[in-house]
């Protein structure tokens, strides 16, 4: 079905080439896989196929046919035989779920008789069912794609070619697509999927043609994916200044819990009286004489105790802060200003009043 012997692309403003001594063959009915990372040359196997590029050097044989010596005007019926699936769906937005399928049949010029029969049958085979009235902003992702397979299948192709069908799609409905395409192989045609959805891969242990730099690394039936061990783990990349952001966080923080003692708490201060401190609780207490005679050193005298008329002098202690080392933070003096803190030359930050 597909033959690269010795295949190399050049693309004109590029010093590498895409594909270098390419050489595999595809044979009927198989389902391939071409993995690789992004530039290793998959896309450009596919648009070789689909005689969208010429080989550089070597030959590339289609259904027969050597594509090198293809005339041009004969590349609109070759493709007749080639179904086409893309990342993006390609869907005309103004055109129905059935017109769209119905297009690839009216460009080739089939009759409408053959059209009514062959589109809803496709449209059945991918599961939409009484959804050909629908205009593709009414579908979702997963429809839309569903919809280009019918396009790309109504026609009844030997080769269906598939670029990350399944790239815009959530993991649940790219199983769907997956087991579809499965069963659009298991019906006699050949597909050849160009992925990097390590998992399908694994899972369905097809064959696979690994790509690296446009060269064929791997060429292994019933394979996988690969060894994935060396891709880079996402892990949270330091961030420059995060260590002085959070000590400068901490800093307001406490700078804020300060103010807002001090605004509650006003004028509010310790009192301390003059007179001499209270005495111990583990002291003995005084006697007083049985007759209530006695000189006044010899009796406790009875103090009332102290009331709001009463008017000690007192001493202010104030609510002092902990100092907040702005320097350790690297903080320029335009920062300290806007930030409304002390610009280091006092021993203390105090609360605000």
Same mark, same amino acid.
């Given at each position: &079905?597909?033959?690269?012997?010795?295949?190399?692309?050049?693309?004109?403003?590029?010093?590498?080439?895409?594909?270098?001594?390419?050489?595999?063959?595809? +044979?009927?009915?198989?389902?391939?896989?071409?993995?690789?990372?992004?530039?290793?040359?998959?896309?450009?196997?596919?648009?070789?196929?689909?005689?969208?590029?010429?080989?550089?050097?070597?030959?590339?044989?289609?259904?027969?046919?050597?594509?090198?010596?293809?005339?041009?005007? @004969?590349?609109?019926?070759?493709?007749?035989?080639?179904?086409?699936?893309?990342?993006?769906?390609?869907?005309?937005?103004?055109?129905?779920?059935?017109?769209?399928?119905?297009?690839?049949?009216?460009?080739?010029?089939?009759?409408? /008789?053959?059209?009514?029969?062959?589109?809803?049958?496709?449209?059945?085979?991918?599961?939409?069912?009484?959804?050909?009235?629908?205009?593709?902003?009414?579908?979702?992702?997963?429809?839309? +794609?569903?919809?280009?397979?019918?396009?790309?299948?109504?026609?009844?192709?030997?080769?269906?070619?598939?670029?990350?069908?399944?790239?815009?799609?959530?993991?649940?409905?790219?199983?769907?697509? &997956?087991?579809?395409?499965?069963?659009?192989?298991?019906?006699?045609?050949?597909?050849? &999927?160009?992925?990097?959805?390590?998992?399908?891969?694994?899972? &369905?242990?097809?064959?696979?043609?690994?790509?690296?730099?446009?060269?064929?690394?791997?060429?292994?039936?019933?394979?996988?994916?690969?060894?994935?061990?060396?891709?880079?783990?996402?892990?949270?990349?330091?961030? @420059?200044?995060? /260590?002085?952001?959070? /000590?400068?966080?901490?800093?307001?923080?406490?700078?804020?819990?300060?103010?807002?003692?001090?605004?509650?708490?006003?004028?509010?201060?310790?009192?301390?009286?003059?007179?001499?401190?209270?005495?111990?609780?583990?002291?003995?207490?005084?006697?007083?004489?049985?007759?209530?005679?006695?000189?006044?050193?010899?009796?406790?005298?009875?103090?009332?105790?102290?009331?709001?008329?009463?008017?000690?002098?007192?001493?202010?202690?104030?609510?002092?802060?902990?100092?907040?080392?702005?320097?350790?933070?690297?903080?320029?003096?335009?920062?300290?200003?806007?930030?409304?803190?002390?610009?280091?030359?006092?021993?203390?930050?105090?609360?605000?009043?």
């Amino acid at each position: &079905m597909i033959r690269f012997e010795n295949v190399t692309k050049h693309y004109r403003g590029t010093s590498k080439p895409a594909l270098h001594d390419v050489d595999f063959e595809v +044979q009927r009915g198989e389902f391939v896989f071409l993995v690789g990372a992004s530039g290793s040359g998959k896309s450009s196997c596919l648009r070789l196929i689909l005689r969208e590029d010429a080989p550089t050097e070597g030959r590339v044989i289609v259904l027969g046919r050597d594509l090198r010596t293809l005339a041009n005007r @004969k590349v609109p019926y070759f493709r007749r035989h080639i179904g086409s699936v893309f990342q993006d769906f390609r869907l005309l937005p103004n055109k129905t779920v059935f017109q769209n399928v119905a297009f690839t049949l009216q460009v080739i010029g089939s009759s409408r /008789a053959f059209i009514g029969q062959a589109v809803p049958e496709v449209l059945a085979l991918v599961g939409l069912e009484g959804k050909d009235k629908r205009l593709p902003h009414e579908l979702s992702g997963g429809e839309q +794609q569903r919809v280009a397979i019918a396009r790309a299948l109504v026609n009844r192709p030997q080769v269906l070619l598939a670029d990350e069908p399944t790239g815009n799609l959530d993991p649940a409905t790219s199983v769907d697509i &997956m087991q579809l395409l499965a069963r659009i192989n298991a019906g006699g045609t050949t597909v050849v &999927m160009a992925t990097h959805e390590a998992g399908f891969v694994d899972q &369905m242990q097809r064959r696979v043609i690994e790509l690296r730099g446009g060269v064929v690394l791997r060429d292994e039936r019933h394979g996988r994916y690969g060894d994935t061990s060396g891709l880079p783990s996402l892990a949270p990349a330091p961030v @420059k200044g995060a /260590a002085a952001t959070a /000590a400068l966080t901490a800093a307001l923080e406490l700078h804020r819990e300060i103010s807002a003692a001090g605004a509650e708490g006003g004028a509010e201060t310790e009192r301390v009286p003059d007179a001499a401190p209270a005495a111990r609780a583990d002291a003995p207490a005084p006697v007083a004489p049985a007759d209530g005679a006695g000189s006044p050193a010899s009796r406790v005298e009875e103090r009332p105790a102290p009331s709001a008329e009463m008017t000690p002098s007192t001493r202010a202690i104030p609510i002092v802060a902990p100092p907040v080392d702005l320097d350790g933070l690297g903080l320029t003096g335009l920062d300290v200003d806007r930030l409304g803190l002390d610009d280091g030359t006092d021993d203390e930050v105090g609360p605000t009043s």
